[in-house]
């Protein structure tokens, strides 16, 4: 006979066997030296000057320093120069490198790589190509020391090297530097003069990216504050694991097998909050503000009046709730250049974000709109986003407009935002997006206040009065008279928007108890931070 | 024999043709850019017009068609858009995973559906039946990463057995690398057992009432060997093309599977390639499935021979 229940019991005892030998093995701790991290994105590209994205900007802050940095109360503090100094016409700026600064090739930084990367830099940064346009030249003095000569006095040189989000002018090495820019840096080449050493051989995309303690590293003798004072490391070995899923990354976290998620997803933290062993920390006080894109070229958005209509039927709130929801992550702020910064204002705000539909209504009429029907361009794949074109439609359709809401993947909306074809033709007329407040900190900074027509980002707004502006405040060199530029710029955008700022939102670090010494800035960074 | 593998292996030529021009074509035809996607959010028109230019996107599109294939032909696949390796390097890094999880799932359903779908049909009606029978439903109607995330929740977070997620290469430490395959393997077999218990249970009923089954038992032979060498065998063939075509719904599910299981394989590498649009590395991975697809079914006919000697190509 056929003994039906030994081979039952035979299969259960080999399947547990297979579970429990598995399970014995234990799951190894990760070590105290190692700090293992979910970043938000894994790293494909290596080469943080041939791309904004913010994975490669923090990848930069790893491996490369920069020539200055901005500290917590967002002065712009040397890091990689000793001294700088800037003749009494402020047409030629100095600047002297510290002793000891070594790539970890073992070769010393000097002037020459410094003025290669600032090239290639401002061959790809907005901003850097806004201060390249009043340099004469860059020239070397001597190893450690170069001059950037200038036609006019021009008010944001520090700012502009010490820019703290993408594209960061990161110093490399000349050989390095003098890659196109529009092609990427090779592997080989990832050397650095920063506080930790990429790991080429350890680099597997789509698994981990690994980088160790750089020994030759020179920290500067301040604390650290914000990006800038001393980068001291305090781990060996820092690990960004790659890890699609956030519900696997919670899990990850929780059994101790990750010690750090850089962005947590917001309906997440409660479930969080609750572990005893983990910690939300609000690192970047500043945050993220949301931000309604028009295309200025495409009718009924070239009409100035019918985008301030939007200002006008708008509320932030809404929008924060839809996709934030807690209201410690998030703040109803008018200010464009973000609350809380030296340049924050609500000058001319006063009218506009209030969720006025009626006012709305009224403004579009005067301005004549037909009725053309607003593609509103609706990215569905990133939880961060996907909420906010419904409430943007609501609020449009309560004011008069007609909406066409096209819902697509992220990456097929920024493919189309780059088209210029007409809305019904596969162009569109509005999306919603997020922008880094380190990013949008001054009118120059902001990409969306660039109304330069073709020369300016997708949305092409073509403004002489606001360029004007832009410009007044980049050659201002008195930070009293920068601010009054941008109050009276705000007044004029108000009435002439490029985009709607529709609320800040934050976004904490979930960590292990065992973590600490994360700091305050505008970018996840690794120097500092301790693990038991 | 031969001729016949020789046929089949000369049909490949024709099927890869028509999947390289449809996959191609698909790419170039649905919206999306890698050159947008490879700037970043900040990026202006011409900066990503410029990495459009380099990635020679702009070439009309039987111009790109016939670079691809004329490198196709000379063994080359290409440069991934993003990773700066090459597509034959990215596929080598992320094959491991992929069929470290495809066999040890193959192992786990096979080993546990053939003998529970034996069972079910050698004790039709009973109470081991019903539950086989109402498993398999069960099996089909979940979902992969329902079952996942239950198994993580019991065996990693509650139980603290296994680990979450990650992949330990076999070679670095197989104890690990066996810890962290128990649950994705798990996982992505629970469908397919439910498939392979209902295709036996089915065929090994049907060959129970041949007369052939009555006469070896008349002949006095136990029922082990009844069921086993008379019967299995006999069954055999539609088992074997369900396991078969069960290969190309394990690397579908291997897709969800390695995302929820954090396993760095061509699943997963497929999915970034897709969202980040890299057309190099989504084309040559797809033609690499339809090779393994095609070689797949002429292994199962070929294994045919050997469980049925009436079968002659």
């Not at chain 1, 703290?164 to 490399?172: A, D, E, G, I, L």
Request: with cysteine.
């Amino acid at each position: 006979m056929f003994d039906f229940r030994r081979s039952i019991a035979t299969f259960v005892a080999a399947a547990s066997t297979v579970v429990g030998v598995a399970g014995l093995m234990g799951i190894a701790p990760a070590s105290a030296q190692t700090l293992k991290v979910v970043m938000h994105s894994d790293v494909k590209i290596l080469d943080p000057i041939w791309t904004t994205a913010y994975i490669q900007r923090n990848h930069g802050y790893m491996v490369w320093d920069t020539l200055f940095a901005m500290d917590e109360k967002f002065a712009v503090k040397p890091q990689m120069v000793d001294k700088y100094d800037v003749s009494a016409d402020k047409l030629t700026w100095t600047f002297t490198l510290r002793d000891g600064l070594e790539w970890t090739n073992g070769t010393p930084v000097t002037a020459e790589d410094c003025i290669a990367s600032i090239k290639r830099w401002a061959a790809r940064d907005s901003m850097g190509q806004k201060m390249m346009g009043s340099v004469v030249g860059l020239e070397v003095v001597d190893a450690k020391t170069f001059k950037m000569k200038m036609k006019e006095p021009y008010g944001l040189v520090l700012e502009s090297l010490g820019k703290p989000s993408s594209n960061v002018p990161f110093m490399m090495p000349k050989k390095t530097a003098e890659t196109d820019p529009m092609q990427q840096i090779k592997v080989e080449d990832v050397i650095g003069s920063g506080p930790f050493i990429f790991k080429a051989d350890e680099w597997k995309p789509g698994e981990k990216i690994v980088y160790l303690k750089n020994p030759k590293y020179k920290p500067r003798n301040e604390p650290p504050s914000g990006l800038a004072g001393g980068k001291v490391v305090k781990l060996e070995r820092v690990e960004w694991i790659t890890m699609p899923d956030v519900q696997t990354q919670v899990g990850a976290l929780q059994n101790g097998e990750i010690d750090m998620i850089e962005a947590p997803g917001h309906d997440l933290l409660p479930l969080l909050a609750k572990d005893k062993n983990i910690q939300l920390v609000n690192f970047n006080p500043l945050g993220n503000q949301y931000t309604f894109r028009f295309n200025s070229t495409a009718k009924p958005f070239d009409n100035p009046k019918i985008r301030h209509a939007v200002f006008v039927a708008f509320g932030q709130e809404d929008f924060l709730k839809a996709t934030i929801g807690d209201a410690q992550w998030y703040k109803v702020c008018k200010a464009p250049f973000v609350c809380g910064t030296p340049l924050a204002t609500d000058a001319g705000m006063a009218d506009v974000l209030n969720a006025n539909s009626a006012k709305a209504k009224q403004l579009l009429q005067e301005a004549g709109y037909d009725g053309t029907p607003i593609v509103l361009m609706q990215s569905t794949d990133l939880q961060v986003l996907t909420n906010l074109a419904p409430v943007a439609k609501a609020f449009l359709e309560r004011a008069g407009f007609k909406v066409d809401m096209q819902s697509m993947d992220w990456q097929t909306l920024v493919a189309r935002r780059v088209k210029k074809d007409p809305p019904d033709k596969g162009g569109w007329h509005a999306f919603l997006t997020s922008w880094v407040a380190a990013d949008i900190l001054n009118p120059v900074m902001a990409g969306f206040f660039n109304a330069a027509c073709d020369k300016a980002m997708f949305g092409w707004p073509c403004d002489e009065t606001i360029e004007k502006f832009r410009d007044q405040f980049a050659k201002e060199t008195d930070p009293a008279k920068q601010k009054e530029i941008v109050e009276n710029l705000q007044k004029y955008w108000v009435d002439h928007p490029t985009h709607v700022n529709v609320g800040q939102w934050y976004a904490p670090i979930a960590r292990r108890t065992t973590v600490d010494g994360n700091l305050t800035a505008p970018v996840p960074v690794f120097w500092n931070v301790t693990k038991k | 024999m031969l001729d016949f593998i020789a046929r089949r292996l000369v049909a490949i030529i024709p099927v890869l043709t028509v999947v390289a021009v449809l996959v191609f074509l698909m790419l170039r035809l649905t919206p999306g850019d890698p050159a947008a996607v490879i700037a970043g959010d900040n990026a202006t028109s011409d900066q990503i017009n410029d990495i459009r230019e380099k990635l020679g996107l702009n070439e009309p599109i039987w111009t790109q068609f016939a670079i691809w294939i004329g490198d196709i032909l000379q063994g080359n696949f290409g440069e991934s858009f993003f990773f700066k390796k090459t597509v034959a390097e990215l596929i080598a890094q992320r094959i491991e995973p992929t069929l470290a999880l495809t066999i040890c799932t193959l192992i786990f359903a096979v080993a546990i559906s053939v003998p529970i779908g034996v069972m079910a049909a050698y004790r039709q009606g009973s109470i081991f039946d019903r539950i086989v029978m109402a498993f398999a439903v069960l099996g089909f109607s979940v979902p992969g990463f329902v079952i996942g995330y239950c198994l993580i929740y019991v065996f990693a977070i509650e139980l603290g057995w296994l680990p979450v997620q990650g992949y330990v290469r076999i070679g670095v430490n197989f104890w690990q690398f066996l810890e962290r395959m128990v649950l994705p393997s798990l996982t992505l077999s629970v469908g397919f057992i439910a498939l392979i218990s209902r295709i036996t249970r089915a065929s090994v009923l049907e060959v129970l009432n041949e007369d052939y089954i009555r006469t070896a038992r008349a002949k006095g032979l136990s029922n082990r060997v009844v069921l086993m060498r008379h019967a299995l065998r006999n069954a055999a063939v539609p088992i074997l093309t369900v396991i078969g075509l069960g290969i190309a719904i394990l690397m579908g599910g291997a897709v969800v599977t390695e995302s929820v299981f954090g396993l760095p394989g061509l699943g997963r590498l497929t999915v970034e390639a897709v969202l980040s649009r890299d057309f190099p590395t989504i084309q040559t991975v797809i033609l690499m499935f339809s090779v393994v697809y095609v070689v797949i079914n002429l292994l199962v006919d070929i294994s045919y021979t050997i469980f049925d000697p009436r079968i002659r190509y």
